[in-house]
């Protein structure tokens, strides 16, 4: 089995490749445990399995053996790119690819067997010789010395960099020293103490988001981790499998600030999996970033924000996603605050809490669009679920902003969905197929200074009070028809406000403009026929559409 998933099939009667490979795995054996100090090994992972067969063959269990030394050679003999890796080489990549291969063709429970057969052969040797991993170059250049490293840990394992898993000390100085590097660090299951740190690029990876935990000392306004890049667009750090505490109440800062130094540069790709914050000021400010992907993460008890978005070098590069997971902010909180960067897809994902849920708070330097969000839940905001607006001075605009099978509940005197902006920079905006509830008097879906957006299919019922659809008098091209959305009887204090207008307040319609569109006109005759021209004024309410000759018709 190769390191890339390539399947060579040897018969299980042929010997003498095996035989070999175990004389030498004898001589290497041989060779590191002579003399009265361990040796530093450097045979492959062939070469380690084999002495541990040797092993077994020397206490006598040859039957053991002989069953340890057949799956030794099907899944790592002399065909695999595995077996011929140096153990002081390893890395955690290669035994993942390794056992990801092993998948092709074979159950479950026949993979178990195979990596549990190698693992206990590779920790016999590896507690019976003593591996050093010596130090390398880019150690070297980060300030380690052999008398500041375990030897025994394979290379970017935190503990091998003196870093205390047991919370006991503070590991701040081994950390900023080994993230130096600008690789991602493993940090195994435990607990980890610091305050706060800094590093060009790489990661975090842990063990688990319960497992492996960190807790910062540092309340200041200062940043947690930082990642402050390079000079070009190739830094694509990971945060994954931990959680991040304070001891305290934090005054300021972003647990994870994404800006390179130079004034330029970007970051690109940046990953979030399975990472839980709890009790930040503020947990992630994407700035000078691009193209992120956040994943099944959990972003708890925000105090000001949970995710910031302000790409001052390009407010229009690349597409982003957060799927999965839990924003959720403390009162006056701010779940998502979008200020520039190109689009943000939302899936899946469960806001509760603070003042906004999502909030588009435009102010880039050039045109941009592409906010999406489906399939969510946000409950329990004081201003709004969802808000759209524009900065003072800005003039740019924002399009395609699309809100789609999510569940809402605001809070009394809160909105759903909230649009105004005096400027009318947003354009080609969709709300469909919502459920939107609510406490009472909260409000449903309040619209302004939108140019071309469509409204319907939506489900709304709250508590009572509140009105379900406000149309402001500032739109243009928006189709809202109110039989489209079923509101609950008796469930708000007023259906509609601004939804009804006028035949004169009638938008253009010919073939180029708002062919299609249906509105509702609260002036029309009393028994129109299907297709009738509107024209002449009545006193009753009608559905139209513009059919694109030039003429709004009854339906």
């Not at 077994?56 to 799956?71: E, F, K, P, V």
Request: a neutral charge.
């Amino acid at each position: 089995m190769a390191i890339d998933g390539t399947q060579h099939y040897q018969s299980l009667g042929e010997h003498e490749e095996f035989s070999v490979a175990k004389e030498k795995g004898e001589r290497w054996l041989s060779q590191v445990t002579k003399g009265a100090h361990r040796a530093p090994s450097r045979g492959t992972v062939r070469d380690a399995l084999s002495s541990y067969i040797r092993h077994l063959r020397s206490i006598c269990r040859r039957s053991t053996a002989w069953d340890a030394g057949q799956r030794f050679r099907l899944t790592a003999g002399h065909t695999s790119a595995f077996g011929r890796v140096k153990l002081q080489d390893a890395r955690r990549e290669d035994f993942e690819a390794w056992r990801n291969g092993l998948r092709k063709g074979r159950q479950p429970r026949s993979v178990n067997r195979q990596v549990r057969a190698v693992v206990v052969g590779l920790n016999f040797v590896l507690a019976s010789t003593g591996y050093c991993y010596s130090i390398t170059a880019a150690e070297t250049t980060a300030g380690f010395t052999t008398a500041t490293l375990n030897t025994d840990y394979v290379y970017y394992d935190a503990r091998r960099y003196l870093i205390d898993m047991t919370g006991a000390t503070d590991s701040t100085t081994a950390m900023n020293m080994a993230h130096s590097m600008g690789v991602p660090i493993h940090y195994p299951a435990g607990s980890v103490k610091f305050t706060h740190i800094t590093m060009a690029c790489g990661g975090i990876l842990g063990d688990g988001m319960w497992t492996t935990s960190f807790s910062s000392t540092d309340l200041s306004t200062a940043n947690t981790i930082t990642v402050n890049g390079n000079s070009t667009n190739n830094c694509s750090p990971t945060f994954s499998n931990f959680n991040l505490t304070y001891t305290g109440t934090k005054t300021g800062g972003y647990a994870f600030m994404m800006q390179p130094t130079s004034g330029t540069a970007q970051i690109e790709g940046t990953r979030f999996l399975s990472v839980l914050t709890q009790n930040s000021y503020s947990s992630v400010y994407f700035a000078q970033s691009f193209g992120f992907g956040i994943v099944a993460s959990e972003f708890s008890g925000c105090i000001n924000t949970c995710i910031y978005v302000a790409n001052t070098v390009n407010g229009d590069n690349g597409d982003s996603s957060i799927v999965g997971g839990v924003i959720s902010g403390q009162s006056g909180a701010t779940g998502i605050h979008y200020v520039s960067s190109g689009g943000l897809k939302i899936t899946g994902v469960k806001f509760l809490g603070g003042a906004y849920g999502i909030l588009l708070d435009w102010n880039s330097t050039t045109n941009s669009s592409d906010l999406i969000i489906s399939g969510s839940s946000i409950e329990g905001q004081s201003t709004a679920g969802i808000a759209a607006q524009r900065q003072a001075g800005n003039t740019t605009t924002f399009g395609n902003l699309v809100v789609t099978g999510t569940e809402f509940e605001p809070l009394t005197g809160s909105y759903a969905f909230y649009t105004d902006d005096t400027s009318g920079f947003l354009h080609q905006v969709v709300f469909s197929n919502n459920v939107v509830g609510g406490d009472s008097s909260s409000y449903g879906i309040y619209v302004d200074y939108v140019t071309n957006g469509s409204f319907f299919g939506n489900a709304m019922a709250a508590g009572g009070g509140g009105v379900a659809i406000t149309l402001g008098t500032h739109n243009t091209g928006v189709n809202l028809d109110i039989a489209d959305n079923q509101v609950q009887a008796n469930s708000y204090g007023t259906i509609s406000s601004g939804v009804f207008i006028p035949i004169a307040s009638l938008p253009v319609c010919n073939s180029g403009n708002n062919v299609g569109m249906r509105q509702v006109i609260n002036n029309g005759i009393a028994s129109p026929t299907y297709l009738q021209t509107v024209s002449t004024t009545g006193s009753s309410t009608r559905k139209v559409f513009c059919d694109g000759s030039g003429s709004w018709l009854y339906e």
